[in-house]
């Protein structure tokens, strides 16, 4: 058991030091490389990493007889997640999903420190002790707390909405440039010349203008014409591709994107920029097929840097549907919204 925990310590140990390196930049965060399809379970077994370690250096203190006390145990394990999130992570994540994720670390703590009786009543004794004031340590942090929180808080909140007048740091661009080509499921596509392979006409062939003419009119498309309509079990060739794009969205892309992919889904206000409205002109009417595909395939981290005001958190779609689900999606939206895609001619 000793053993098991000495080696948790020193796991403990490592990991603040890395991190202690990521944060003062003197570390870089992709050292430790995030392999890319497996991302979620690797952070996952770090987490679980880190929880072992602190437990074995709780347990290596405890018998020093320098035990930390719980209230700053559990604070401090916080305060790790929150920075890890934040220089662990790369590409960097939005503040917006760093908040929910601190959010569930917080309640994971929170259910960890209360789990018993004894824990909970080390943890709220330090607090306790700053509301009852008994000693003139304590009344002089209760003032302090009175001062400082009020202001603290008011000052972040006055901070976060101050209109902000300074220049970017770098070129911004809502449509950053895509690159030549792209790599999905080991197939190399490139932008300028790949066509949405289900895009066809009654033969079977691709006819952009075929399709096309199944959207009824811009920003109308789901009004259908007589015997247009994808939601016909009968339907084949085009039409049916866009019904089963349309079960793909559903399933998942609508919990942010809405049902009426204006970008007011379910989640949508949890985040920041809250996703993209596909009925505005100003979006998905300006682009070409393959620079949807490939947005949808890399998602909001596979933006080149002039695009990251605008970073969103969708996630690398690449790595939950196939190269013949996200066509047909895209197909979908643009059947849906009635705006014909963009061509490179």
């Not at 399709?211 to 498309?221: A, C, L, R, T, Y």
């Not at 793909?248 to 949890?270: E, M, P, W, Y």
Request: proline residues 7%.
């Amino acid at each position: 058991m000793k053993a098991l925990m000495s080696l948790g310590a020193l796991i403990g140990v490592a990991g603040l030091l890395l991190l202690g390196g990521m944060t003062f930049d003197i570390v870089p965060s992709t050292t430790i490389r995030l392999v890319e399809g497996y991302m979620p379970m690797q952070l996952l077994f770090e987490v679980s990493c880190y929880v072992m370690g602190f437990a074995g250096l709780s347990y290596i203190l405890n018998a020093m007889g320098m035990g930390i006390p719980r209230f700053w145990q559990g604070i401090g394990f916080w305060v790790f997640f929150l920075l890890y999130l934040k220089y662990r992570v790369y590409p960097p994540i939005p503040f917006s999903v760093r908040a929910m994720y601190g959010t569930v670390g917080l309640v994971a703590v929170f259910m960890w420190i209360s789990a018993n009786e004894d824990d909970w009543k080390k943890f709220k004794q330090p607090i306790m002790n700053v509301l009852d004031a008994q000693t003139g340590v304590n009344k002089l942090l209760r003032y302090a707390y009175l001062v400082l929180l009020p202001i603290l808080i008011g000052g972040f909140s006055f901070n976060a909405m101050m209109p902000k007048s300074e220049e970017p740091i770098e070129l911004r661009t809502v449509h950053p440039a895509p690159p030549a080509s792209t790599k999905v499921h080991g197939k190399t596509y490139t932008l300028q010349t790949s066509q949405n392979p289900y895009r066809v006409n009654p033969e079977g062939k691709y006819d952009q203008e075929y399709s096309n003419s199944n959207i009824v009119e811009q920003g109308m498309g789901r009004l259908m014409k007589p015997n247009a309509n994808p939601w016909d079990e009968n339907s084949q060739g085009y039409l049916k591709y866009v019904r089963e794009g349309g079960e793909i969205f559903f399933q998942n892309c609508h919990f942010c994107h809405g049902d009426n992919l204006n970008g007011r889904g379910l989640h949508a206000f949890a985040f920041n920029p809250i996703p993209a409205n596909f009925t505005d002109p100003g979006t998905i009417a300006q682009l070409q097929e393959t620079f949807i595909f490939w947005r949808v395939a890399k998602g909001g981290i596979g933006l080149p840097n002039e695009g990251f005001p605008w970073a969103s958190v969708m996630p690398p779609w690449e790595q939950h549907l196939t190269v013949d689900e996200i066509w047909k999606v895209i197909l979908f939206e643009y059947w849906h919204t009635g705006y014909y895609p963009r061509t490179w001619d």
